[in-house]
């Protein structure tokens, strides 16, 4: 029945209210905590970074089929199996065999019990292949092998990407996957893309070693250079301590001498092997490497047994920032390169606004003035409700501080249309009613009755497109499937609880007036 308790006329008042004050918080700032909120404006509107990466995965296959060799000897030492002649190759390992072990050989790399198939129980297939051929083998990755690596390469990358752009502060960025070897980054009002370019383009894989004169040093040696390119020092292979042994790092200044360092802490692990390092290393010069390059390399004067130390190096603040913030975040493991970049102004954003803003008028316009034409008073309430619609819908948004796009207005303005042409349905079922209905109290409440299942499956189809593309689509696919799916819930409140309540108060003032519509 066209009834409304004074409590729902409250409820759905108040409702309407809190909403208003919820989109007017977004030009007018208030004092409340509950009306501090914003809706963040995404890419396309308030400029910002856009970055393509790709995963360089050569460097990740190299060095697991490089660890897999160490299994691989170790394996058939146990085993009693001779193997000769290993040797990495071309993204494979080669090793060679008696023939009396061939078969022992071949049998191992197919048992699916074997350490050398720690792969097999979880995905039912081999991460290696392995090619006999008189008595060489060669062994590299299977094509499930290479999927799976790509895929735990580029989760693990997504992870410290996300780690390291959120320490930035940026703004509700986007982080999506692409493939199985790139990820999309959006960085909307993002100041300085030189520096995310930078921190991101880093791999951070942190290392202590030890200097050294020995060129045969049993470990193994190498030359480095410094971050300066000028001079280079020759150190160990051997690695006292990762970057994994890392709890935290922050920059700070050094009150004895005054200049910019980088603080660590170590875990209990790292600890007890630095604290051994430095107690047998006095005197010795320990290198700190950074993607191969080295930092700084002091000279350890005393055992250093509490955990923590420092990095120096000349560093600028913001550079100590950074580096702590690369070292907090984790090393990537696979180098991450640059495919595309694209930077959008925030003229140009402001320029979408404008034209998405002014897109939205417009057609309001011309729907508030035909529906008020066409309906007359009614057309009034239905445009009242529209309006509310709105305030409601940005409100939602401004809630959960949701991404504004481009896409976002375009549902917003379809969320108009929706909405009116609910109305329209209503309207047009009570003009058929009231051809058979002298009172006009049975007439609207037949009209509204009798077309809800129309309205309700429009809506709820449109529902369900907004779904699969919010959760199957990414980027602007999104921000319209959000607005839009929102949308959908508000024009149902403005129709059947703002629309209807103001439908009511006219009704029963003019129940006996003919010609009401």
Same mark, same amino acid.
């Given at each position: 029945m066209l009834y409304f308790s004074k409590l729902r006329i409250i409820l759905v008042t108040l409702v309407s209210l809190f909403f208003v004050l919820l989109t007017i918080s977004n030009f007018i700032k208030f004092e409340s905590n509950y009306l501090n909120k914003r809706i963040n404006l995404g890419l396309d509107l308030q400029g910002g970074s856009y970055l393509l990466l790709e995963i360089d995965n050569s460097p990740v296959i190299e060095q697991k089929l490089q660890n897999f060799s160490i299994t691989i000897r170790n394996f058939f030492k146990d085993k009693n199996i001779r193997i000769k002649n290993l040797k990495f190759l071309d993204e494979s390992i080669s090793f060679t065999t008696d023939q009396e072990y061939k078969d022992e050989v071949l049998n191992a790399f197919q048992d699916k019990e074997s350490v050398l198939n720690p792969y097999y129980p979880r995905f039912k297939s081999h991460q290696f292949n392995i090619q006999e051929e008189n008595n060489y083998f060669i062994v590299n990755y299977s094509k499930q092998g290479i999927v799976e690596l790509k895929t735990?390469?580029? =989760?693990?990358?997504?992870?410290?990407?996300?780690?390291?752009?959120? &320490?930035? %502060? /940026? +703004?509700?960025?986007?982080? !999506?996957?692409? *493939? +199985?070897?790139?990820?999309?980054?959006?960085?909307? %009002? !993002?100041?300085?893309?030189?520096?995310? @370019?930078?921190?991101? *383009? @880093? /791999?951070?894989?942190? /290392? $202590?070693?030890?200097? #050294?004169? +020995? #060129?045969?040093?049993?470990? *193994?040696? &190498?030359?480095?250079? $410094?971050?300066?390119?000028? &001079? &280079?020092?020759?150190?160990?292979?051997?690695?006292?301590?990762? %970057? =994994? +042994?890392? !709890? =935290?790092a922050q920059p700070r200044m050094d009150s004895q001498t005054n200049e910019t360092v980088v603080s660590f802490t170590l875990d209990r692990v790292g600890a007890k092997r630095f604290g051994k390092a430095t107690s047998t290393g006095i005197g010795k010069q320990l290198a700190i490497v950074l993607d191969g390059k080295i930092i700084s390399a002091p000279v350890i004067r005393d055992t250093i047994a509490s955990g923590s130390g420092q990095i120096s190096g000349g560093f600028t603040f913001q550079s100590a920032t950074d580096l702590a913030l690369l070292l907090r975040s984790g090393a990537l493991p696979a180098p991450l390169n640059i495919i595309e970049e694209r930077t959008v102004g925030p003229d140009l954003g402001q320029d979408s606004i404008n034209a998405g803003i002014m897109a939205l008028i417009i057609g309001f316009i011309l729907v508030i003035t035909f529906i008020f034409v066409k309906y007359r008073i009614f057309g009034l309430i239905t445009n009242i409700a529209l309006i509310l619609n709105l305030f409601l819908l940005i409100g939602i948004l401004t809630i959960f501080e949701a991404t504004l796009t481009l896409p976002g207005i375009a549902g917003i303005i379809l969320t108009v249309g929706m909405a009116v042409d609910a109305n329209v349905l209503i309207f047009e079922r009570i003009k058929e009613e009231l051809k058979d209905e002298k009172n006009n109290l049975i007439a609207f409440d037949s009209g509204y009755t009798k077309s809800r299942t129309a309205i309700l499956d429009a809506n709820i189809t449109t529902l369900l497109a907004a779904m699969i593309l919010f959760f199957m689509g990414s980027g602007p696919i999104k921000g319209f499937s959000l607005t839009l799916g929102v949308g959908i819930f508000t024009t149902l409140f403005s129709v059947y609880f703002i629309a209807r309540l103001l439908t009511v108060i006219y009704i029963s003032k003019n129940k006996d007036k003919e010609g009401l519509i």
């Open positions: 735990s390469s580029q =989760d693990q990358a997504l992870e410290i990407v996300r780690r390291r752009v959120d &320490e930035i %502060g /940026t +703004n509700e960025p986007n982080i !999506l996957k692409r *493939g +199985n070897d790139r990820i999309l980054v959006e960085l909307p %009002g !993002l100041d300085d893309p030189m520096r995310i @370019k930078k921190l991101l *383009g @880093k /791999t951070a894989n942190l /290392t $202590f070693r030890f200097v #050294t004169n +020995n #060129t045969k040093d049993s470990f *193994g040696a &190498e030359k480095l250079k $410094f971050e300066n390119d000028q &001079e &280079e020092a020759v150190v160990s292979k051997r690695i006292i301590l990762s %970057g =994994d +042994n890392l !709890l =935290d």
